[in-house]
């Protein structure tokens, strides 16, 4: 069986390394799920589209 060696610097070392996201990562996310829920909104809105509106 394998014996883990978890000490301060290993855990600390191992939290820094998943948390350190960058911010652009992070600004392109929320980017990208605003413009998706927005686009599900407007094809769920019962908006007729075509020519036939600009009379």
Same mark, same amino acid.
């Given at each position: &069986?394998?014996?883990l060696c978890l000490d301060k610097?290993?855990?600390s070392?191992?939290?820094r =390394? &998943?948390?350190d996201t960058p911010?652009?990562?992070k600004i392109?996310?929320?980017v990208v799920a605003v413009l998706v829920v927005v686009?599900?909104?407007l094809l769920? =809105?019962?908006v007729e589209h075509g020519p036939g509106m600009h009379r």
């Open positions: &069986m394998e014996t610097y290993t855990v070392r191992k939290l =390394l &998943m948390a911010r652009w990562v392109m996310g929320i686009f599900l909104v769920a =809105l019962p």
